[in-house]
């Protein structure tokens, strides 16, 4: 059983700044790739940026000038910092695990204030 666990969410007023982290374990786990995506309130789940085994990263076109993925020390641990938070960026963060196999966090919840 792959074990997915997201953390680094809170309440924060605009232009602040967060770091969401994403611990994968399980008996296969070792260098994972891996995703996150966002869900606004109502809204469809969107990705964010992804990270390949070799530390490539992809951003969606919206998400290049504030955030910034990475792999932590640990091989099996990612990072989603965001900077200058907008209204627009409330909503739930979810890390799915790309590599090696598929599987969905429970996400962590971003909530930003005027």
């Known amino acids: 059983q792959v074990q997915i666990e997201e953390s680094g969410g809170d309440s924060v007023q605009a232009g602040g700044s967060l770091r969401l982290s994403c611990k994968v374990s399980?008996?296969?786990?070792?260098?994972?790739?891996a995703s996150w995506y966002h869900q606004a309130p109502g809204q469809e789940r969107d990705l964010v940026s992804s990270?390949?085994?070799?530390?490539?990263?992809f951003y969606a076109d919206s998400k290049k000038e504030r955030f910034t993925m990475s792999r932590g020390d640990a091989k099996n641990t990612v990072y989603l910092q965001i900077d200058d938070l907008k209204i627009e960026d409330t909503g739930m963060y979810f890390c799915?695990?790309?590599?090696?196999?598929?599987?969905w966090g429970q996400g962590t919840q971003v909530t930003v204030s005027s």
């Open positions: 990270i390949n085994l070799f530390d490539r990263v």
């Open positions: 399980g008996p296969t786990i070792d260098r994972i790739a």
């Open positions: 799915k695990l790309d590599w090696p196999r598929t599987a």
